[in-house]
């Protein structure tokens, strides 16, 4: 990884950490711009980078900087509610820049793509939130009423976010190959 990789790999690092402080709580999982800044990470950067700066944004988390939403921080979020949200993260970056790298992106495609990670981040937020209910809380639940407080209420805004990550990103990514600063086939 060359200088220009970690820059850009810090840079998405630290959009998502101010990303997360904007945060508004509904019921046990808080509603933030993280999946903003995920699809983007995914778009501008590829997969590779896309998912770097997603994971060096959870390990800085994990060291104890405050970065994940409401000033939480610690390793202990990754057993939490929402620390396989956080795996959903990198594991959507990834996707998403799986889809960018190699190609003109369009708008049909970038909307496949993102859809998947999204798919991605509430398939593993849904089993996580599940498991720290399980067996950290030690309070089961079923499925639905999972799938009732952590993926139903943040649908809609999540789909609004994504829309428009997905018309930045393609803009961003396209000037940057216009200017040569990134190659499509990275």
């Not at 959009?15 to 402080?21: I, P, T």
């Not at 995920?38 to 060291?63: E, Q, T």
């Not at 639940?141 to 930045?168: G, H, Q, R």
Request: aromatic fraction near 12%; hydrophobic fraction near 60%; include cysteine.
């Amino acid at each position: 990884m060359n200088v220009r990789e970690m820059t850009l790999a810090a840079l998405f690092a630290a959009l998502l950490a101010v990303s997360s402080q904007f945060s508004i709580t509904l019921g046990a999982v808080p509603h933030t711009l993280q999946v903003f800044v995920v699809i983007l990470a995914g778009l501008v950067l590829g997969a590779r980078l896309g998912a770097i700066s997603v994971a060096l944004w959870i390990v800085i988390g994990c060291f104890g900087l405050p970065v994940f939403s409401q000033g939480k921080a610690g390793a202990a979020v990754l057993l939490g509610p929402t620390g396989g949200f956080l795996i959903g993260f990198v594991v959507c970056a990834y996707l998403v820049g799986r889809y960018a790298q190699g190609r003109e992106i369009t708008s049909f495609g970038s909307a496949i793509a993102i859809l998947t990670g999204v798919g991605a981040v509430y398939i593993l937020g849904w089993a996580g939130f599940m498991a720290s209910f399980e067996f950290f809380l030690h309070k089961p639940m079923t499925w639905e009423k999972a799938a009732s407080l952590v993926i139903l209420p943040f649908l809609p805004f999540d789909l609004v976010k994504a829309v428009m990550a997905s018309y930045l990103g393609m803009r961003v990514r396209q000037s940057l190959l216009k200017a040569g600063l990134t190659v499509a086939n990275k």
